[in-house]
């Protein structure tokens, strides 16, 4: 076992809802208008709630009592009281020996697969689990540990045939393991820090033939995946350096590089609806993309024989913010709605009026959105940002985030500077804000759930 993990606490959980008081406010005497709903509609609201206060609410009245063990269980160990793993691992046993099932939600971290196994093993084969819906392993903690790889609880294959979500975390899935993970249901699945073979992770996605949203981390054991899934829409990938090949996944939408600098090398073979695409970044040298007979290498290099028209919404990292840059990805990707830039230096003067005269005449400029990460106006940043302010007729909104310049005198100066009344788009709309943290590796991304959103890079 690695040295620095944490050291559990022996300390005996108290019986479920001891110490606790909850009041019920009524008008009048008469009942709330909450209790008088059907019992399916307030069992639907108790198994939303955190388990602990879902079990608390066998306390409000007599209305209530049968409601927590009737309602679908939804138990994640990350909401119970954090008084050591022992405590927890208590209450854990406490709640499903108490609740009947079914479940539709049981989470519990990796933590907790390190330090107590068997308690887990025992956990997964309660009945109160039976025809699970999520199970997640989170790796949580063991994300800044050097632990041994576990092995995943014989008990998880019962639930393959029902599950609709997985997170696995710190495991090393053996061709054994394959063999039990068909999925028929599966719809998210998250691999973190996981080790298996390239042959694992084709069966893995095999067989899952109504899988969305893929999200693999910092996994290892192989250096090349393989996509041929027809249902696949989301795909996000962190610190893996190797070869991503989209041979055919005809449903496809989004494709996330939720980490920059890293030895990535994509493939789009055929992905006839993929729209969202980024990070993309002229300082990650490694980084190689190809769409067929395009190529895009670290972005200085773009080769075009034939363009994507499907991509919509595109967001990269720049060193220093250059228009003809931009303009080459533009007609790369000639039907954008969504540009998302962030840069560094200021290089570039971005003269525009004479040089891109023919690109104005030749390229529908399709933009709707354009947001500029650390905008300080000046005059190649001006000069950068006129361009798409006189010339993107469809242009809806435009962002400036920069520093605590972004005052009122800056802002008038600026909208005399980018000639915002000579707009060729009357009805666009230019937003001056100081620099939230934007988090350019996407790890907003803390689920493989969030891949569903429409676009990730929208603040």
């Known amino acids: 076992m690695a040295t620095g993990a944490p050291h559990p606490k022996s300390t005996v959980p108290p019986p479920l809802g001891a110490g606790e008081e909850v ?13 008088g709903l059907p019992d399916a509609i307030l069992g639907e609201i108790v198994s939303l709630l955190p388990i602990k206060e879902a079990a608390r609410t066998q306390a409000l009245a007599s209305r209530w009592r049968h409601l927590w063990r009737s309602a679908p269980l939804s138990l994640d160990g990350g909401d119970l009281p954090d008084e050591g793993e022992i405590f927890r691992a208590g209450l854990i046993s406490r709640i499903l020996a108490a609740h009947p099932g079914p479940a539709r939600r049981f989470s519990v971290s990796a933590l907790q697969l390190l330090l107590c196994p068997s308690a887990v093993d025992s956990w997964i084969s309660s009945p109160a689990l039976d025809s699970l819906r999520e199970l997640e392993f989170p790796i949580g903690d063991l994300i800044y540990l050097q632990s041994a790889e576990l092995a995943l609880p014989d008990s998880t294959f019962r639930f393959s045939a029902t599950l609709r979500l997985a997170t696995i975390s710190k495991c090393h899935i053996t061709e054994g ?14 691999l973190e820090s996981v080790r298996l073979s390239e042959d694992s992770l084709q069966s893995m996605i095999a067989g899952s033939p109504v899988l969305e949203c893929l999200l693999l981390s910092r996994c290892v054991g192989f250096s090349r995946v393989r996509i041929n899934s027809r249902s ?12 991503l090949i989209i041979e055919n996944a005809p449903s496809l939408e989004r494709l996330l590089q939720l980490q920059l600098f890293r030895d990535l090398r994509v493939s789009v073979v055929a992905a006839p609806k993929l ?82 005269r023919d690109f104005i005449r030749c390229l529908d400029i399709r933009l709707k959105t354009v947001v500029l990460k650390n905008y300080r106006g000046i005059k190649s940043h001006v000069n950068f940002a006129s361009f798409f302010v006189l010339n993107a007729k469809m242009l809806e909104s435009m962002t400036f985030e920069g520093g605590a310049c972004h005052n009122q005198k800056f802002i008038a100066e600026q909208h005399g500077l980018l000639e915002l009344e000579k707009r060729v788009s009357r009805t666009a709309q230019f937003y001056f804000t100081v620099s939230r943290f934007w988090d350019k590796n996407l790890t907003h991304i803390k689920h493989v759930h969030d891949l569903s959103r429409t676009d990730p890079f929208e603040c």
């Open 23 to 35: 009041a019920v406010v009524a008008v009048g005497g008469a009942v709330d208008g909450i209790s």
């Open 177 to 190: 393991d394959v063999e039990a993970l068909q999925f028929p249901q599966l719809r998210e699945l998250a």
């Open 232 to 243: 696949l829409v989301s795909i996000g990938v962190q610190s893996f350096s190797g070869e």
């Open 275 to 356: 729209e969202t695409l980024g990070w993309l970044s002229d300082r990650d040298h490694h980084l190689k993309l190809a769409f067929g007979n395009t190529a895009v290498q670290d972005l200085r290099s773009v080769s075009i024989t034939s363009v994507v028209c499907s991509i919509k919404i595109l967001a990269v990292d720049i060193l220093t913010l250059s228009l003809d840059m931009v303009l080459d990805l533009m007609r790369c990707f000639p039907c954008l709605e969504k540009l998302y830039i962030e840069f560094v230096l200021s290089g570039d003067r971005n003269s525009w009026r004479r040089k891109h």
